[in-house]
């Protein structure tokens, strides 16, 4: 076998780990989060140590599986292994967001700010993760069982209506 023939083996399987990775995100974007880990365990598995398809790999699993402890492990290694990333911070406090981890989407977006400056993006993600609706009987405490139980199903069927 050829150095060259080898040197090009080698950029297929890169490209088409690429190309499995640039799928997924798209599948991803598309509400289509089951087929997406599957492109990007494959982009993984041809790159293990590759940090965008590994944060990527772990919004999905949170989207797809509801994997909270994986999707937020593979996130969290991604910001380590390349800390000045914005989108792997995005990608983490959305999947903290999603695990109904408020509280450290927050902190994690608020750490992104102070590492990053006032980056349009992050502000966005700080302002989506810190609304809250209004409480449906007002007359009541927000943590009332009556408003906690109305407003999830009101959030339940918003999210029906938006599909």
Known sequence: MSLEFATEKTQGMIGDAF????????LL??????KAVVRLKLALESDKYNPY?????????????QKWVE??????????VR?????????LAEVCA???QRAKALDTLDKALLLFGNDVRLRR????????????LPFLERRNFLNRGLGRLRHRISKKLDR
Not at 19 to 26: K, L, Q, S, T
Not at 29 to 34: A, S, V
Not at 125 to 136: E, F, G, V, Y
């Open 125 to 136: 993600a700080r302002k989506k993760a810190d609304s809250r609706r209004a409480p449906l």
């Open 98 to 100: 999603l695990a109904g």
């Open 53 to 65: 398809y590994i944060s990527f790999l772990g919004l999905a699993i949170a989207h797809a599986e």
């Open 83 to 91: 800390p000045k990333e914005i989108q792997f911070h995005l990608n």
């Open 19 to 26: 190309a499995d990775f640039r799928e997924g995100v798209e």
């Open 29 to 34: 974007k598309n509400d289509y989060p089951e």
């Open 71 to 80: 999707a937020s492990e593979l996130c969290e290694r991604a910001v380590q």
